[in-house]
Every structure is written in C-alpha cells, then in structure tokens.
C-alpha cells in the first residue's frame, strides 16, 4: 500500500519547547529505593546513586523531571525528606500503600538531576496542606536571602538556591482517589492564592494547575473551565494526564492510543481560549501534558484492592510493567502527537522514568536494561531540535472507538533546524506495510538533503519485550532509505521509524 505526504513549511508550529521531553520521578514503589537510588550497588557513587541508571537516563535525554509525585505528594511533608539522614521520620504513604523512608529527599533529587543533567520541576501538596507550606518549600528552595529556612537549605549542604521554575499546584485533584481531593471550585481557590502568594516571593515562577486525570473523567471540560475561570491570571499551564493499554485483546483500538490524545489536547485548546475570551485576554495558556504513556492500569487495579490494610512495605515492586513492541510504537506515536501540537504542549512528562511504568529497568545488586519504549523516546529526543511541522499522510484510514473518528493510520511529523529535517512516522496498521513517500523538497528549500541515520522498530512478534534474562531481545534496526525526489522508504505493520536527513 502507498502513503505519500507534502510537507508544507507554511504549517509550522514554531520552536520546540525542549520540556516536551520531561519525565516523571515518584516516590512509588522501586522508582527511588532500588531504582535511582540503592547505595550497596557496585555502581553506586559517593551518594548512593546507581551510575548505570544515571547513564542511562541522560541517553534517555531527559528535559526536566516532575517531582516526587504524582498522587504521593498530596499526603507529603518535604520537610521529612532533608536534615540529617538518621532523623528523618518514616511515614505511611497512604497513595501505594507503603513506607517511606525518607532517604531521598529534596537535597538528594536535587543532586541527581545534576548528576543526569536535568531540570526540576517541583509539585506542591494540595491534598493535606495548603498556601502556608507551598510558600515555606518555594522559601527553602529559592530564596537567596539569609532566613531561618534558607540558613537551614545552606546547613543541609545547599547554601545557592535550586531555582526552581516549574511549579506543579497538586496532583489530580480531580480524582477521587486523591487525598484531599476537592470539587473543581475548591480547587480553582486554593491554585490560585497558592501561586498569588508564590509569586510574591518570585515572580519569575511558571505555575501548572491540575487538569483532568484523563479525557475520560466524568468532569472533564468543566473541570477545566471552572479551574480557569478562578486561576486564569495565575496559570501559565495546565496540565492534561493519560495512560493507554491495551484492553480485551483489541490491538487495533491500542494502536490509535495516540488519536485520543490528539482530540485530548485540541479540547484542552478549546477550553484555554474559551477562558482567554472570557477573560478579555490573549494569553495563551499552554499545556503541560505531565503524565502520558503506556500504563496497564486494569492489572494494577486487580491488585490494588486486595492490599491487606495493615501492610505497609518499604519499596515494593508495584507498577513493574514489562513493555512490548506494540507499547513502543505507541508510545512513538504519543511523542509524535505531542510534537504535532508543539506550539501549544509546551511541557511533557513520560510516567514515570524507573522501574514503575518506566523505560528503565533495575534488578537491585543486578543489571539495568532498556524497555522497548525507551528507544522511541531517547532516538525522537535526540533528533528533535528546531521547529516542528505537522505531516498529514494521503492513506487509508482506521476506525478509533476511543476518539470516535476515522483516523489515519499513518501518523507523522516533521522537524527542522539548521541543520537538517528528522520525519518520525507510524504506522498504526496491523496488517498492511505502507510504502512511504515524503516530498521534503519545500523544507528544505533547494538544500540537497543527505540521509544520516534511519531507525525502525517493528518485529513479527508483536509481544517481544526485553527482560531480565534476554535484555536485548527488541532494538531498533535499520531502516532503508531512499533519498531522492522523494524521501522513501518501506514501514512494517505496527512500526515506528525515525529518519535524519542532513543538509
Ligand atoms: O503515574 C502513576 C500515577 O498515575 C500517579 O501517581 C498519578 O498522578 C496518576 O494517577
């Protein structure tokens, strides 16, 4: 079958925001303890951090990285996690059901993104605390001027400020199942002083409140009208969360994942310039799509309900999931959707980053390896730079039950910077294998393009993953292709492919 595309140069979105390609770091079960943190381990370095990991994750090429939760920071108290190591308390975290430690704390996280070469993006606690300690936090970590607290930032080892910009105003507030969860009114007030207050202390500040948990919450939409018709002056984002699995069996509605985020953020759009008119404003809010990925949510739900409620392990292995070659392809086709929207989602985090949904993967005294899903994320971050140009593909379509749309089964977008175009492509068939031509030649602008790296994921098994024992069994190859007229080249079924052109 052929597939063919222009690619118009008028349509582009503008500059990349290069926090589209953030992660998500929670105090969730191995993803801290045993996973970026585990001091007995031959890697480990004078902190205690494992360096395979940390190597690790800069391949992965991590932006910024959202901290420490998720729905664990609505029942967090920061102050826990700094002073000395052998003070610090053990809570019960009641989100996972489990003990924290404490070990790893701000000082601690803060540590390691520079050890990664990251930035942080920090979530305040508005399930069981408020205005009063988002501000004491914001204090420790960014005020430069001699306090109590900032006197205590510098006697824990850090006397320069973090300086931090991204702020997080809660987690899902939305969900019932969030400590303190509030109506979208409770909300909405208690966003907006916490950012009014903050940024009395810094007014360089970027503040994130919380949208919808997903598409599919039955407040959705007013959730975030209500949310901005309060907040709308105090927000530069709001944040938009989704998971997608595959469920019963129905590879084909997996592999259109990617549709529903697409209608996701373009609804998200629709109400943040709603707003921006009622507001008689053209501010433009933006999105921070700051939990996405793969997630097989229904296993966890089987298990979640059956904790005994007097256990409260330490570090337990919780969200392992083991991802496939269909995962990563969707996930691909998740990242290509972003990108497509680059001029609005100006921020992104993969959920999460180890060991619990992740694209990395430790055995505590053992290896780490790379999940399938980890190389469509590492090789799009790597390639991208520059601007972004939405790629709409001449193919069949393919029915998504999610978006309730025909949608095009080859999905694709298009990148250019000085010094070349990267074309990231899926193809969201199961069965047909699409010859692809790419008419770059407008992009380009009469430079002669030279084909410099080309990658393909895509297996006959669509269930190979990598593992423990067989960690290298899915990588991607290399793809063929042709660099003429047009750019060629032949997509598998259930593929995702990346290709670099160079002037
Ligand atoms: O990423 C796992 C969980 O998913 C997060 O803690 C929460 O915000 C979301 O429901």
């Known amino acids: ?47 205690g ?6 190597e690790l994750v800069k391949e992965l090429g991590v932006s910024t990285i959202r901290y420490p939760g998720g729905n664990f920071v609505s029942g967090y108290n920061w102050e826990d996690g700094v002073g000395p190591r052998d003070q610090r308390p053990e809570r019960l975290d009641l989100a996972w059901h489990t003990t924290e430690t404490n070990q790893v704390g701000l000082h601690e996280f803060a540590d390691w993104c520079d050890a990664v070469g990251s930035d942080m993006m920090m979530a305040v606690n508005l399930g069981t605390r408020g205005v009063a300690e988002a501000l004491a936090l914001l204090e420790y970590c960014n005020v430069p001027n001699p306090t109590t607290r900032t006197r205590q930032r510098a006697a824990n080892g850090h006397p320069d400020p973090f300086g931090i910009k991204m702020w997080c105003l809660g ?13 979208a009114e409770d909300y909405a007030k208690i966003a907006s002083q916490t950012a009014k207050a903050m940024k009395m202390l810094d007014n360089s500040l970027e503040f994130v409140a919380c949208g919808s948990s997903s598409r ?15 907040a709308f002056d105090d927000l530069d984002f709001i944040s938009c969360h989704a998971y997608y699995e595959e469920i019963d069996g129905d590879t084909q509605e997996f592999l259109t994942s990617a549709a529903d ?65 269909k995962d990563a392809v969707v996930v691909g086709d998740l990242l290509i959707t972003l990108l497509r929207h680059s001029d609005r989602v100006r921020s992104a985090s993969l959920a999460q980053l180890v060991n619990v949904i992740a694209p990395i993967m430790t055995e505590p005294g053992g290896p780490t390896w790379r999940q399938t899903t980890f190389f469509p994320f590492s090789i799009t971050s790597r390639l991208t730079a520059g601007e972004s140009i939405p790629v709409d593909v001449e193919c069949p379509t393919v029915f998504s039950r999610k978006a309730n749309a025909d949608v095009p089964t080859v999905n694709a977008v298009a990148t250019l910077d000085e010094k070349g175009i990267s074309l990231f492509v899926v193809n969201r068939s199961l069965t047909d294998a699409f010859d692809l031509g790419v008419d770059l030649s407008q992009l380009a602008g009469g430079r002669v393009l030279t084909l410099a790296e080309a990658h393909v994921i895509a297996d006959e098994d669509l269930t190979a993953a990598n593992t423990l024992t067989d960690p290298q069994r899915v990588a991607p190859e290399a793809l063929e292709v042709a660099v003429g007229a047009m750019v060629s080249a032949q997509l598998p079924p259930v593929s995702w492919a990346a290709i670099r052109l160079t002037f």
């Open 171 to 183: 987690n899902e507030m939305d969900g019932p199942w969030q400590v303190g969860h509030r109506s």
């Open 261 to 325: 985020m697409d209608l996701f953020i373009k609804q998200v759009v629709a109400v943040c310039d709603a707003a921006a008119a009622k507001h008689n404003s053209d501010k433009q809010i933006m999105i921070s799509f700051d939990e996405w990925n793969v997630w097989y949510l229904t296993e966890w739900q089987k298990i979640e309900g059956k904790i005994p409620v007097d256990v409260w392990p330490t570090a337990p292995r919780l969200l392992e999931d083991s991802y496939n070659v």
């Open 1 to 47: 079958m052929n597939a063919s595309a222009t690619v118009d140069p008028q349509r582009s979105l503008g500059q990349i925001d290069r926090r589209i390609f953030g992660a998500f770091v929670e105090h969730l079960g191995r993803h801290i303890y045993d996973g970026i943190f585990e001091p007995g381990h031959p890697s480990a370095d004078e902190n």
């Open 216 to 230: 599919a919450m039955p407040t959705f939409g007013k959730w975030e009208e209500t949310v901005l018709e309060h």
């Open 49 to 54: 951090f494992r360096t395979d990991v940390i």
